[in-house]
């Protein structure tokens, strides 16, 4: 089979862990367990389940000035990604994302750094390579502006668009008809389509009814979206021994671009990154826990 062409525009962070047994309260130094350093965020670990799951991709981003970012660069390279369109932002830091991994479950602050250097011109500047892709693969961590002017181009060109809404803010009703595929978290679906708790009446109902292709997480939960008939479909989490979910949401991305990018219905597609991302919640950190196609395809097979 044909590799799918998929560039992903978006946040390129090294990640922080660090793991406790005791969750600190305002104000409370606690002792943690252990400390781990990754190359991560949600674009480039999008991008690297994107490759490992059988993809050719390209990276569109940016990194500052340090050590951190030869580390980011040469990490995509060995996973194949082209990396060449990923700029170096001069008196600027890479992006950075703390996480505490606490009782099997993470709380994470990320400093945008570089990321917010991420400019609509830098995306417009890529034009043919925006027009070569089968998809394109955004999330929200790099200026909205950008994410705005990088689904205007692919919609004019053409070009499918998965938009992982994370982090969530409000989006207009217009933009948002010109995304393909959209998959929010249950937090998420609500604040990009900007409603309170009063409208909120089910994720079912919004699904059903707002005229988007939504395909909405649930983290063990699965996932959940609308079949061709009309009808809401859960493709229910596996049982599995969690160790870490970080990056466990960008793994599921990475898988549902890969598969729509080969023609797969989104009924398949969906319960592979559903797979694919269950096997990713096995392993510490975000990256090194991403599994490869072979991986997935044996575990769907048993």
């Known amino acids: 089979m044909k590799k799918p062409k998929i560039t992903v525009v978006g946040s390129l962070n090294i990640d922080m862990v660090n ?29 690297v389940a994107c490759a490992r799951l059988g993809a050719q991709v390209t990276m569109i981003g940016c990194v500052g000035e ?24 001069p008196h600027q830091t ?38 070569d892709s ?26 499918p ?6 982090p969530a803010i409000e989006l207009p009703s217009e933009l948002l008809k010109q995304v393909d595929v959209i998959t929010p978290n249950e937090y998420e679906l609500a604040v990009l389509l900007g409603l309170d708790e009063k409208q909120v009446q089910s994720f079912e109902y919004i699904i059903k009814w707002y005229p988007y292709r939504i395909v909405m997480t649930g983290g063990s939960n699965g996932a959940f979206y609308k079949s061709p008939d009309g009808q809401i479909k859960h493709e229910p989490g ?33 319960k592979f990154a559903v797979a694919a991302s269950a096997l ?12 490869l196609r072979s991986d997935v395809e044996r575990y769907m097979e048993s």
């Open 280 to 291: 990713s919640v096995m392993k510490l950190g975000a990256q090194s826990g991403m599994p």
């Open 66 to 89: 340090d050590h951190f970012a030869k580390q980011l660069l040469e990490t995509l390279d060995r996973e194949g990604i082209t990396t060449k369109y990923v700029k170096t932002v």
């Open 161 to 166: 668009v998965m938009l992982n809404p994370a």
């Open 134 to 159: 089968d998809m394109v693969l955004l999330q929200q961590e790099i200026p909205f502006e950008t994410v705005e002017a990088t689904i205007k181009l692919a919609n004019e060109l053409q070009v």
């Open 19 to 47: 793991e406790t047994k005791h969750f600190p309260n305002q104000g409370e130094t606690v002792i943690g367990t252990a400390f781990y350093s990754f190359v991560g965020g949600k674009g480039a670990n999008q991008a």
């Open 238 to 270: 596996r049982q599995v021994d969690v160790v870490d979910t970080t990056g466990a949401g960008d793994t599921f991305n990475g898988a549902l671009a890969v598969k729509l990018s080969e023609g797969s219905t989104l009924e398949e597609a969906v």
């Open 94 to 131: 890479t992006g950075v994302a703390t996480i505490t991994l606490y009782d099997n479950d993470n709380r994470i602050i990320v400093t945008p750094g570089a990321n917010h250097r991420l400019l609509p011109e830098d995306v417009v500047s890529l034009k043919e390579v925006i027009a």
